[in-house]
């Protein structure tokens, strides 16, 4: 699962992070810079764009992880990052660290797929229900997808619950052309 370049970022600042005894302040700063990075269309423009010099994208970055108050490995490993020509991946560095993290404290990572963004009261109630049904503690993982119409498609490891609209829909046409 830490495979390519997002899991070498990743196993590197999880030992980093470990060795220092700041794991949980590192797993807080990047749920913080991911919040920030989803919520800032201005951010998203800023890491993506090939267009910003290196420079000016690393100068950027430090200036919102300062203001963030971000702890120093983060705001080191963003650095590296920035460096490296290497930010418009920056998401996919943070969901790879997240995933290694809750691998490592023995969490089950579930894949949660919506038609439209859940409320905070639809994520806990499904956080709630998970644990109880696979007896560990389980990670989610939040995605969008307009193509289910509706309902819920629930991934833990190797088991999919596909309640979702879309899903219905198919099983229903594949009865009807059964029948005629």
Do not use: C, W
């Amino acid at each position: 699962m830490t495979a390519g370049l997002a899991g070498r970022y990743a196993t590197a600042l999880y030992e980093l992070a470990h060795d220092a005894g700041a794991l949980d302040q590192v797993v807080g700063d990047l749920a913080a810079l991911k919040a920030m990075l989803a919520g800032s269309a201005d951010a998203r423009h800023l890491i993506a764009s090939p267009l910003i010099p290196r420079k000016q994208q690393g100068k950027a970055m430090a200036e919102i992880v300062a203001k963030a108050q971000i702890g120093d490995i983060t705001r080191r490993f963003v650095g590296v990052v920035a460096g490296n020509r290497r930010l418009a991946r920056l998401p996919e560095f943070i969901e790879s660290f997240e995933s290694l993290v809750a691998r490592r404290r023995g969490e089950l990572e579930a894949e949660v797929t919506s038609a439209v963004t859940l409320s905070q009261a639809q994520v806990n109630a499904i956080a709630g229900s998970i644990p109880g049904a696979t007896g560990r503690k389980v990670r989610l993982v939040l995605k969008v997808d307009p193509k289910l119409v509706g309902g819920l498609r629930v991934k833990v490891g190797s088991r999919l619950v596909d309640a979702s609209i879309a899903a219905k829909l198919s099983r229903l046409q594949l009865a009807m052309k059964g029948t005629a």
